[in-house]
Every structure is written in C-alpha cells, then in structure tokens.
C-alpha cells in the first residue's frame, strides 16, 4: 500500500510563494510520473504539472513560468514551488503518483491521490 502525505498549503497574498510537498511511502519497487492537479468546489480537477523520474516536467499553460515541479527520488517526494501567486491560483492541491508496488512477492501497478492540501490566495 501506497500512502503519501501532502504539506505546505496555507494562506498567502497575491504576489507572495509557497511550496507544497509530497512523500509517498510503502513497499514501493519504483514510482513513474509524479504530479500536481487541483480542484475548485464545482469544477473538474485540472493538471498543474507533472514530471517524470528522469526530470522531465510538462506544465499547464495557466502556471507556466511561475510555478516550478521537481521531485527527490531517493526520498520518493515531489515538489511544487509556486511564484507569484494569483487569486484563481486558490484551490485544493492533490498530488498524484504512478507506483509499481509489491504485494507478497507480486508487482502491482497503483495510481496514488493525496488526501489535499489547501492553497488559498487572497489579500
């Protein structure tokens, strides 16, 4: 079983930053793709950013230059340093991760979702 614990949100003013983490743990063989998505009550969850275990990051059109993702393999953590916050940057973050976990000897693929964290940006 796969548990990751998300930190890092809070309260923040337009302009300012915050980094938000993720550490997954758990009889974990190898983790893929890694990523960042966040969800505004009433609307679909939307892709922020990802990266691949090779460094490799794709990033939504709305954050790009001002959000950065990377992630410490050998911690199986990712990381999502966000710059210049705005208003509609406000949402919850969940962070996802693709697993290949063993389970009594047998590898299993798992698709892993954070419990949330909580960015709110407002003066």
């Known amino acids: 079983q796969v548990q990751l614990v998300e930190s890092g949100g809070g309260l923040v003013q337009p302009g300012g930053s915050l980094n938000v983490s993720c550490a997954a743990s758990g009889t974990i063989f190898s983790i893929s793709d890694m990523g960042w998505y966040r969800q505004v009550p009433g609307n679909k969850r939307e892709l922020v950013a990802t990266?691949?275990?090779?460094?490799?990051?794709n990033y939504a059109d709305s954050v790009k230059g001002r959000f950065t993702i990377s992630r410490d393999n050998a911690q199986n953590t990712v990381y999502l340093q966000m710059n210049s916050l705005k208003p509609e940057d406000t949402a919850i973050y969940y962070c996802n991760v693709r697993a290949l976990v063993i389970i009594r000897g047998s590898y299993l693929p798992d698709n892993v979702w954070g419990q949330g964290t909580q960015v709110t940006v407002s003066s």
């Open positions: 990266i691949t275990r090779s460094g490799n990051s």
